[in-house]
């Protein structure tokens, strides 16, 4: 079974540049998440999909932060404007549907490295 | 790849021998947690998982200790091996609502 694909794997901006992440989540897992973690510390979670719903977002920046999953499979996260202190790892991460787990294991993709200079 | 984390507490442990990592989770209704492996370069492994109706459960090599009065979680990895080393994340979950990771250490296996 292939793992939760993300591109680009690093990238290098300058603030107030624009930059967007892909991710394409398991195969048949309706809920997809997009974490951020900045060097040190654990992963935040940013937003979660349910098919093409948002779930929570309540810890995104939504003045500068922004994704979709137009069609219920892959999904991009979006900055726009970059600033500095949003340099860090992003993680994609899919599950299974609720009803198949109480708790759906999370398969996390590599991440994407982003660093704003 | 890149390094998960500069700064993190470091546990160094001879190989072959046992590995115990700690963890403070910081919600008393948190019902259900799981350790993560992550590794340079790549994105959080699930390692093993303890609801809590439970105060320890194994699997091959490792085992999860809960103990709720204290709020604390801890993950033991028997005979250390080089391909252990990583950084390893507790994270907690409140009856379905999102994860929520531990800062995480990292531990260093010696030859």
């Known amino acids: 079974e292939a793992g939760v694909a993300q591109s680009p794997r690093y990238k290098i901006i300058e603030k107030r540049q624009s930059v967007a992440f892909w991710c394409n989540p398991i195969s048949g897992h309706a809920t997809l998440y997009w974490y951020q973690q900045i060097l040190g510390q654990g992963p935040k979670l940013l937003i979660q999909?349910?098919?093409?719903?948002?779930?929570?977002d309540s810890q995104l920046p939504k003045d500068r932060f922004s994704a979709e999953r137009l069609k219920g499979v892959d999904s991009t996260l979006k900055i726009q404007p970059a600033k500095l202190e949003d340099s860090a790892v992003y993680l994609c991460?899919?599950?299974?549907?609720?009803?198949?787990?109480?708790?759906?294991?999370?398969?996390f993709g590599p991440g994407t490295r982003l660093t704003v200079l | 790849g890149e390094s998960v984390g500069l700064h993190l507490p470091t546990l160094s442990v001879q190989e072959g021998d046992n590995s115990i990592i700690n963890c403070a989770y910081s919600n008393s209704a948190s019902d259900y947690f799981i350790w993560y492996k992550q590794e340079s370069g790549k994105g959080p492994q699930f390692i093993i998982d303890i609801r809590s109706n439970m105060d320890k459960r194994q699997g091959q090599r490792v085992t999860v200790l809960l103990n709720k009065t204290v709020k604390h979680l801890s993950l033991q990895i028997a005979a250390t091996q080089p391909g252990d080393s990583a950084v390893y994340f507790c994270?907690?979950?409140?009856?379905?609502?999102?994860?929520?990771f531990g800062p995480g250490t990292r531990l260093s296996v010696l030859p």
């Open positions: 991460a899919s599950s299974s549907h609720p009803e198949v787990s109480d708790y759906n294991e999370q398969f």
């Open positions: 994270a907690e979950n409140n009856y379905g609502q999102n994860f929520v």
């Open positions: 999909f349910q098919n093409n719903g948002v779930v929570d």
